[in-house]
C-alpha cells in the first residue's frame, strides 16, 4: 500500500527502493534463477472499501511475473525498462509525463503497443514499491490551479528556496510539479474551496471570494487530479484548513466531490490523496426546490451513474443516501452558471452573494 509522502527526501527514498528492485533481479541472475516479481493485483477482484481510511484499498492478492513464463517475459521487461527511466530521471533531475514515457519507448525494442501499456507499467511499478509515480518524478500533464494568500516555498532546480504568494498571478498558479514538492509556508485562510470549474473559479477570483470568506480557492477542472488532491490534503493536514468542494448539482459532481473526501478506485494502490474531513458543500439536488434556478432532466448516463453510486459502499451515510435519493426522486440536475438567473446585476452575482454564504454557514464554515 502506498503511503503519499510530503517531504525532500521521498526522492532519496524512491531511487533506494529504485536500486533494490534492480538488486533483486541480479541478484537472482546471479543464483542462476528467471527473474521474477510479485506485484499487487490492482484488478477490482483485489480492490476493497476500508472504513477505517475511508477509501478503498488494495487485498493481498499479488499476480506474479516471471522470466520463466514466455508470456511474463515483454510485461517484466518493460517494468525494469520503466523503474530505470524513473531512476535516470532522479539522477539528472528531470520530470517526465506519462506521455512522454510512451513515446520515450519508441526509441528503443520496448515496443509499447499503446500509451495504456505503458501507463500500465508505471501503476505495476507504483504498486510494486509502494511509492507513487510522482516519487520517480514521472507526472501526468498539469490540471488544475490555485489562487489565495498562501506563501510557498519552491524546492526544485533553478528555483530552490524562491517564495511565491499564490495571489501574484491573477488567472491563479497551476498545479504541477514544483508546487506538488513546494513547501507550504503561510497562509491568512481559513478554510479551502475546490470548484469544478475553471469559468466559476475564474470568475471567483475577480470577485474577490478569497477575501470575502478567508479561502484558498482551487479549480479542480472537472474531476480532480492526483496533484491537486494531494495538494488539497496537504492544505488541510500541515495547515489545518478545512475543505468545502463545490461543484453542479448532478451525480459527477456528487462524485468530483467524493474523490477528493475518499479517493478513486484507480487510485486503490494509494494512501494518502483523499481528504476524509472535506465535505460537499453543494449544489445539492435538496437545494433545487429551494432556489428555484432552470433545470435539465437526467439523461440516462445520469441515470446510470447515479445506479452506480447507491451501489457504492461511499454512499451509505444518511446525508449521502438524501442526496442520491433526491436525484432520482426528481430526476432533475442543474449547473452553477444556473443561479445567475437570480443574478441582481452583473456586479453582484446570485452565487457568490447568496448561495455560498447561506451554505458556508449551513456547514458552520463561517
Request: glycine share 4%.
Amino acid at each position: 500500500m502506498i503511503a503519499v509522502e510530503n517531504v525532500p527526501e521521498r526522492s532519496s527514498k524512491a531511487r533506494s527502493a529504485l536500486k533494490d528492485l534492480g538488486t533483486t533481479i541480479y541478484n537472482q541472475l546471479q543464483r542462476g534463477q528467471f527473474p521474477e516479481l510479485r506485484i499487487p493485483s490492482r484488478q477490482t477482484n483485489n480492490i476493497f472499501y476500508d472504513s477505517r481510511l475511508e477509501q478503498y484499498v488494495l487485498g493481498e492478492r499479488k499476480i506474479v511475473r516471471s522470466a520463466d513464463n514466455v508470456k511474463h517475459v515483454k510485461p517484466l521487461a518493460q517494468l525494469m525498462w520503466v523503474a530505470r527511466i524513473g531512476k535516470e530521471l532522479i539522477d539528472y533531475d528531470r520530470v517526465s509525463t506519462l506521455r512522454d514515457l510512451f513515446y520515450m519507448s519508441k526509441n528503443i525494442d520496448i515496443n509499447f503497443a499503446t500509451q495504456q501499456e505503458s501507463d500500465e507499467a508505471v501503476y505495476d511499478l507504483e504498486a510494486l514499491l509502494s511509492m507513487p509515480r510522482e516519487s520517480f518524478n514521472i507526472f501526468p500533464h498539469d490540471r488544475g490551479a490555485i489562487f489565495g494568500d498562501l506563501t510557498v516555498r519552491y524546492r526544485v532546480k533553478g528555483f530552490k528556496d524562491s517564495l511565491i504568494s499564490l495571489t501574484d498571478n491573477p488567472d491563479g498558479v497551476n498545479i504541477g510539479p514544483a508546487l506538488d514538492n513546494a513547501e507550504l509556508v503561510k497562509t491568512s485562510a481559513d478554510k479551502v474551496i475546490a470548484i469544478e470549474k475553471g469559468a466559476i473559479f475564474i470568475q471567483m477570483i475577480r470577485e474577490k471570494v478569497h477575501e470575502k470568506f478567508n479561502a484558498i480557492l482551487i479549480d479542480t477542472t472537472g474531476q480532480a487530479s492526483r496533484s491537486a488532491r494531494l495538494l488539497i490534503r496537504r492544505l488541510n493536514e500541515e495547515m489545518g484548513l478545512p475543505v468545502y468542494v463545490l461543484t453542479d448539482c448532478d451525480v459527477w459532481g456528487a462524485h468530483i466531490s467524493m474523490v477528493i473526501i475518499s479517493g478513486s478506485v484507480n487510485s486503490a494502490h494509494i494512501t494518502g490523496l483523499n481528504t476524509p474531513s472535506a465535505k460537499w458543500m453543494g449544489f445539492w439536488p435538496t437545494d433545487l426546490t429551494k432556489y428555484k434556478v432552470p433545470t435539465m432532466k437526467m439523461k440516462e448516463l445520469d441515470w446510470k451513474r447515479l445506479n452506480e453510486l447507491k451501489a457504492d459502499p461511499r454512499y451509505k451515510e444518511k446525508f449521502w443516501r438524501e442526496q442520491l435519493d433526491a436525484f432520482e426522486r426528481l430526476g432533475l440536475k442543474a449547473e452553477l452558471e444556473a443561479f445567475s438567473s437570480r443574478n441582481r446585476s452583473v456586479s453582484q452575482t446570485f452565487l457568490v452573494e447568496t448561495y455560498m454564504p447561506q451554505k458556508l454557514r449551513e456547514l458552520g464554515a463561517i
